[in-house]
DNA sequence: CGCATTCTAAAACGGTCATTCTAATTGGTA
DNA sequence: TACCAATTAGAATGACCGTTTTAGAATGCG
């Protein structure tokens, strides 16, 4: 090394984030980035090699920012937890929070995909995410034959309750801008209540729908 | 009129509708959606005023679609029904359901917001399907008063039961593309068996959170 | 039968963006 | 101190996109 550097790759990735939170994907234009960290187009280049490998970037320390958050709960066995840990997170987590949980990767990287190295790491942090999840499931149910014998619809229930349901329950107040409301966090404490991933000890099969009929038979449009 | 036209205004919605269900917004290009359609470019132009004013068609298009299938089963008071409702309408739009419920319309409009006629459009939408959850919310509280004395964690509550969650369950499967597995259904009856809008006899204030502690005092991140 | 009007058709324009290029600068090291 | 690779700095390039323009074709009406 010969020269230090003035601008961190981190400050790339710190205005790439703000920039999608605060305007959409469209709006974290190389220029944009340049300009909120202060520095010459140019200089992006030195750190990454492409706008692909920015987004990509600035998505993995996201994601890899909010699973860290919440993998440690999973693995305890303690789902319901693991999702009202979304609360603290995404309010200690501006920025990331908007970047993270109000756009689809398939958004971001709609045109060209991020290149090797963002997308190996992106592979490793979804695979250790859903690791956990099978874990959770694992813990609750008491399994000693290790989380491999899980059908796939009890993979889509605790990820439904854990991760998407949440963060269904934050997108509108995300989305204004303004300071989460306190009954979010009772929404999702009543949905665990309500749905629970997983029965710790033998409590009957499936809640099953207790009033107003089956889950079977959906009527058609009207009446 | 003196020359029948070749390209309609809905040709160029279901050609746009298409491309951003299978690329993301940034794929619906001017030119992309004439080449889908088999138009020149300008042609467009005779129908829509811009690019955003297509955009903002092909959103309005799906969401009417959309809330026509639901608002119905609102007013009856029957909000399982219309979350399940979502079931059978994206089975039957497959276009309309990845454009209208993969993308947020902030991603949709980020660069530029469509033109009045089709922004009013929205906003009377809107308006039309906020009115339907005011109304099933009253009907299920056997109120007399109107839909208007409701607060708004209530509101929150039903838009969630019934809109942002089961499209939380659909999105997975909407994304891979496939078909919507059958448990998908049943996530749904019992998401509303264990957390309902509202009791429709009296049935206790809240169901409150039954077992494992109550739901205030989240711990942080670990242990 | 021709004309006004609405459309198709395709090329052209202006702007913006990602990326590259050239030159000047920096600061640890020999 | 003199060097030199890594960096800053900022302009230049080439591609693509939304929109406009120009020309020609079609059709109902007088």
């Known amino acids: 090394m010969v020269r230090t550097a003035r601008y961190s790759e981190e400050d790339f990735i710190e205005a790439t984030m703000a920039l999608v939170g605060e305007g959409g994907p469209a709006a974290a234009t190389m ?45 305890e066995g303690r789902p319901r937890d693991a999702a009202l840990a979304i609360l603290p997170w995404s309010r200690e987590n501006g920025h990331r929070a908007r970047f993270l949980l109000l756009h689809e990767p398939v958004t971001l990287f709609e045109d060209t995909p991020p290149p090797a190295p963002q997308r190996l790491e992106l592979e ?30 009890e993979l889509a229930r605790a990820k439904f309750l854990i991760f998407d349901a949440p963060i269904a329950i934050l997108r509108p107040h995300l989305m204004r801008g303004g300071t989460l409301p306190p009954f979010v966090e009772r929404m999702i404490a009543e949905l665990h209540a309500g749905m629970p991933v997983a029965a710790t000890q033998a409590r009957g099969p499936r809640p099953a729908a207790s009033h107003e009929g089956g889950p079977a038979g959906i009527p058609s449009h009207a009446a």
Request: hydrophobic share 45%.
């Open 31 to 75: 220029q944009a980035i340049a300009r909120r960290v202060g520095a010459p187009t140019g200089s992006i280049y030195h750190r990454f090699e492409s706008r692909a490998a920015v987004l990509g970037a600035a998505w993995n320390a996201a994601y890899g920012s909010f699973t860290r958050a919440l993998a440690p709960l999973l693995h």
């Open 124 to 153: 490793r942090l979804e695979e250790a995410f859903d690791g956990a999840f099978r874990a959770c499931l694992a813990v609750r149910r008491g399994d000693t034959q290790g989380a491999d014998a899980l059908c796939e619809e």
